[in-house]
């Protein structure tokens, strides 16, 4: 149990152009979901938290008009990287807190695979 | 100061050892105390989590708080190269987790 999934694995785009990546939470329910991201060799970097059907919360230094989160249901959250530029480029990794049946997974966070973003 | 501190490594041992691996953070009030690894290109994947002072063990794995000192400890015993990969501590509290730089480790068959 606890198992989360992103789309893409990895994309490639052109400077200015937008991506959207998915984060599902496959067996439970997210009532939060954690957007990070993690330059090489270094950790994970919180960007924001989204709670469905929220806005989500920005850490200080953010933008929220470049990174549009969305948590529209309890499995899917989306982060879009508006008018993406390389030094967006980036690991971009997910995370999920919630409940499920008698899977109590509320304390933690169980993370996706992660999305790796190269803006040319 | 950061809120959390980790050792980056790289850690090599021979397989079959002890590994040994720790985290300092500075705020008292954090509860959550976590340890997830991650392999090359991978999300991270949660091994252990405790909320309170002393041992938790799971398998090979144990992890330890001790709160008093602001200090937190993952032990492997019967280490195997499986186990390579980057060790990542979080601690924090229900709203928000402080990551660690992460511990290389390398177990060398």
């Known amino acids: 149990g606890a198992v989360v999934s992103q789309h893409p694995s990895r994309v490639i785009c052109k400077s200015g152009t937008s991506v959207k990546i998915e984060c599902r939470s496959l067996?439970?329910?997210?009532?939060?979901m954690f957007w990070y991201r993690q330059f090489p060799k270094q950790s994970l970097m919180l960007m924001a938290t989204?709670?469905?059907?929220?806005?989500?919360?920005?850490e200080q230094g953010v933008e929220k008009d470049k990174f549009l989160i969305n948590h529209a249901s309890l499995t899917l959250s989306t982060l879009t990287v508006t008018s993406a530029h390389p030094e967006d480029s980036s690991f971009y990794i997910c995370?999920?807190?919630?409940?499920?049946?008698?899977?109590?997974?509320?304390?933690?966070?169980?993370f996706g695979p992660g999305t790796r973003l190269t803006v040319l | 100061q950061k809120e959390v501190e980790q050792d980056p490594g790289p850690l090599s041992v021979p397989e079959g050892a002890i590994v040994s691996l720790n985290c300092t953070y500075s705020?008292?009030?954090?509860?959550?105390f976590m340890w997830y690894r991650q392999y090359s290109r991978k999300g991270p994947e949660l091994l252990m989590y405790?909320?309170?002072?002393g041992n938790k063990e799971d398998g090979r794995f144990t992890a330890q708080v001790d709160k008093s000192s602001k200090y937190i400890s993952l032990f492997i015993r019967d280490s195997q190269p499986s186990d390579s990969a980057t060790y990542l501590c979080?601690?924090?509290?229900?709203?928000?987790?402080?990551f660690g730089s992460g511990t290389k480790l390398n177990v060398k068959p």
């Open positions: 995370s999920a807190r919630g409940t499920s049946g008698n899977l109590v997974i509320a304390d933690t966070q169980y």
């Open positions: 067996d439970f329910q997210a009532t939060t």
């Open positions: 989204s709670n469905e059907g929220s806005k989500a919360t920005y």
């Open positions: 705020n008292s009030a954090f509860q959550y």
């Open positions: 405790t909320y309170s002072s």
């Open positions: 979080a601690i924090g509290n229900f709203n928000k987790f402080y």
